[in-house]
């Protein structure tokens, strides 16, 4: 069985015959992890929708440069654009819901904060919380083969994001509903949100109805906040994108 290459996020120039310096993280994985020496192959892709073939020219313990043999367009999104609103949660939860979403093809990421969500994040904490949610996001491409990194925008008041939605397809999860997505015509575009824990507060469900948004049921069982969006997406993609749905 071949062994297939590591595939690397880089934020860089992606040019046939050029050379891309990795950046600590990843060079630390390729040279002491992965333990791959000169003329070693890789896979590097940008996080803007292109792909390259790429041999090692350098791996030291202080420095691992690649070099660009081939660069094409990546072939991994799907033909439908969801914009996940995410209630923001505790602990790994929250790393959970967009490492999956980005994985099942997710366009955009807006953590949110909810009238019964527990997290409020300010100043450098936000910041710090930002950057390591849009990392989980491009460890997820990484894995799944997409070669555009989805924007997991900075947290907001779920009023704001409401305020700004005019995709053609909005949605709340809402388990008191039979709400479905039979019958609908395939949409350009989706807004999908989902509420804490606790879940959304009745004039947070009003508010999302005002704005447009359909109540959507996944069945008669209540499932958590890191899961709903897991299968949500799911659901859309089988349904509007490229998992196989009539």
Do not use: N
């Not at 350098?58 to 969801?82: M, N, T, W």
């Not at 910041?127 to 997991?152: D, F, N, T, Y």
């Not at 609908?184 to 947070?204: F, N, Q, S, Y």
Request: glycine fraction near 10%; aromatic fraction near 4%; proline fraction near 7%.
């Amino acid at each position: 069985m071949a062994i297939k290459s590591p595939r690397i996020h880089v934020a860089a120039d992606l040019r046939v015959g050029g050379d891309v310096v990795l950046p600590e993280g990843p060079a630390r994985h390729v040279a002491r992890v992965l333990r791959l020496a000169e003329g070693a192959a890789l896979r590097l892709f940008d996080g803007a929708g292109h792909e390259a073939e790429a041999v090692l020219v350098e791996a030291s313990r202080k420095r691992v440069v690649a070099r660009i043999e081939a660069v094409a367009p990546g072939a991994a999104e799907s033909p439908l654009a969801v914009h996940l609103g995410q209630a923001i949660s505790k602990g790994d939860r929250m790393d959970y819901a967009i490492q999956k979403t980005v994985e099942l093809g997710v366009a955009a990421i807006t953590p949110l904060y909810t009238e019964h969500g527990d997290v409020r994040l300010k100043g450098d904490r936000e910041a710090k919380k930002l950057a390591h949610w849009q990392a989980v996001a491009a460890s997820a491409c990484e894995q799944c083969g997409r070669a555009v990194v989805p924007p997991v925008h900075p947290p907001r008041a779920l009023a704001e994001w409401l305020a700004v939605r005019d995709e053609a397809l909005r949605l709340v999860l809402h388990p008191a509903t039979d709400g479905a997505l039979e019958g609908r015509a395939t949409p350009a575009d989706v807004a999908l949100l989902i509420g804490p824990e606790g879940g959304l507060a009745e004039g947070e469900v009003a508010a999302a109805r005002e704005a447009g948004f359909a109540p959507l049921s996944l069945g008669p069982r209540i499932l958590r906040t890191e899961t709903a969006p897991v299968v949500a997406l799911s659901l859309l993609q089988y349904r509007f994108g490229d998992l196989g749905g009539a």
